[in-house]
């Protein structure tokens, strides 16, 4: 009989999170957690990136590039097509948050002109050697950034440039969260051992509406089932 595997798909971060990976851990080994994690949403660095460590369980990145925003470009007077770009629901890219965290983007900049590479593949190879069990998946329709994308892995990253990197990402502010925003509200409050409250920030920039009745929610997205 083959052990069940479970990869499962996670949204937040903090006690509650952590008190849910237990659970699942009780029912069977986790293969791999995903989470949204990026050079701009840094919360599983706290406690959720190094409980997978501890725990040989991979730890899959989505949004690793921010939605498109540490490519650099995306400026404040971007339009995302309005019938199905989730982005127009994501409060990190409103205008005044876009505008508050161009100095992370210009930094992205610096650091890839010094090393012959693009601000995404910066972003990336930044998360690749930081963390052993870390894949991220970034999504893309477009040929030449998934080839962009790819090419991040052979973007070597010295010590010493990883740690410049990681001083000057610290030393700046970043402004609002990926979390849905409006889109929350199109959510179908379901039951689900696993969801937590908070898809919103408190922070000036965000201008999405605060509802303490949305619920964001983790699902299991993929598995195996016994085979017998």
Same mark, same amino acid.
């Given at each position: 009989?083959? $052990? ?15 008190? &849910? ?16 994690? #990026?050079?701009?949403? =840094? ?18 990145? /989505? #949004? $690793?590039?921010?939605? &498109? ?10 339009? /995302?097509?309005?019938?199905? !770009? ?52 970034? &999504? ?21 440039? /990883? =740690?410049?990197?990681? !001083?000057?990402?610290? #030393?700046?502010?970043?402004? &609002? ?17 696993? =969801? ?7 922070? $000036? ?6 509802? $303490? ?16």
């Amino acid at each position: 009989m083959v $052990p069940l595997a479970l990869c499962l798909m996670l949204a937040g971060c903090g006690e509650r999170l952590r008190k &849910g990976l237990l659970r699942a851990q009780q029912v069977t080994p986790l293969a791999a957690i995903q989470n949204i994690y #990026s050079m701009v949403e =840094r919360d599983s660095e706290a406690e959720i990136i190094p409980y997978c460590m501890e725990n040989n369980i991979g730890f899959v990145p /989505f #949004s $690793p590039i921010a939605s &498109g925003f540490l490519s650099g470009k995306i400026t404040p007077q971007t339009q /995302f097509e309005r019938n199905d !770009d989730v982005r127009n629901w994501v409060p990190q890219l409103s205008r005044r948050n876009i505008e508050g965290n161009q100095p992370i983007v210009e930094m992205l900049k610096d650091f890839a002109a010094k090393k012959n590479a693009t601000p995404a593949q910066i972003s990336l190879a930044w998360m690749l050697h930081k963390y052993p069990n870390v894949v991220p998946i970034p &999504g893309s329709k477009n040929k030449e950034r998934i080839i962009e994308n790819l090419d991040s892995a052979n973007v070597v990253l010295t010590e010493e440039v /990883f =740690r410049s990197l990681e !001083d000057a990402l610290n #030393s700046l502010k970043v402004y &609002g969260h990926r979390g849905l925003g409006g889109f929350c509200h199109r959510i179908a409050r379901i039951p689900h051992p696993l =969801r937590h409250r908070d898809c919103h920030t408190t922070s $000036p920039y965000n201008t999405a509406p605060r509802d $303490p009745n949305t619920w964001s929610f983790g699902v299991l997205f993929s598995y195996n089932k016994y085979i017998r």
